[in-house]
């Protein structure tokens, strides 16, 4: 059993963000040892957030990266300034990792232009050795992606759009 507290942990992870943002680094990893079998490993990314408002015809064929899992951004409509902010945002729940797929090599949960049903997983966030599915909030089609499988992401980015 650990002897160190989560909330610790959460402070550490904290001042690595600040000072991620401080001294303007992109990334910083860390590992923390506690005793033996125990210790924290930590990978803090601050990714540029791209987005492409760039029309797509609605009988355009889905890009051969889409179908292969990695993330695409289109647009059919112009984006609100902040995308999390649109009504059919799905946004990250938790700090970690998405993954597109249940493993590697496999079909992607979700792709532009994919019907999903309000419950059904759309993709997994890794948090802390846990895969957690994040399910579809509503029901509806994918319409943007913002997201590439093996990225990180923070609390409250967008992830997609479901409308």
């Not at 650990?2 to 680094?25: C, G, W, Y």
């Not at 966030?125 to 093996?150: C, Q, S, W, Y």
Request: charged fraction near 15%; aromatic fraction near 4%; charge should be negative.
């Amino acid at each position: 059993m650990s002897k160190h507290s989560p909330d610790a942990d959460v402070t550490f992870i904290s001042a690595l963000a600040e000072l991620l943002n401080r001294n303007q680094l992109t990334e910083i990893a860390v590992k923390r040892e506690y005793g033996e079998d125990d210790s924290l490993e930590v990978r803090v990314v601050k990714q540029a957030t791209v987005i492409a408002a760039a029309p797509a015809p609605a009988y355009a064929p889905q890009p051969a990266a889409v179908a292969a899992g990695a993330a695409v951004v289109a647009a059919a409509a112009p984006l609100p300034e902040d995308p999390s902010q649109h009504p059919g945002a799905v946004t990250s729940p938790m700090v970690g990792t998405t993954y597109l797929a249940p493993e590697p090599g496999a079909a992607p949960f979700v792709s532009i232009g994919t019907q999903v049903a309000e419950g059904q997983t759309v993709l997994i966030i890794e948090a802390m050795k846990t895969m957690n599915h994040i399910p579809a909030p509503r029901a509806g089609t994918v319409k943007r992606l913002f997201v590439e499988d093996g990225t990180p992401v923070e609390y409250g980015a967008p992830l997609m759009i479901i409308e």
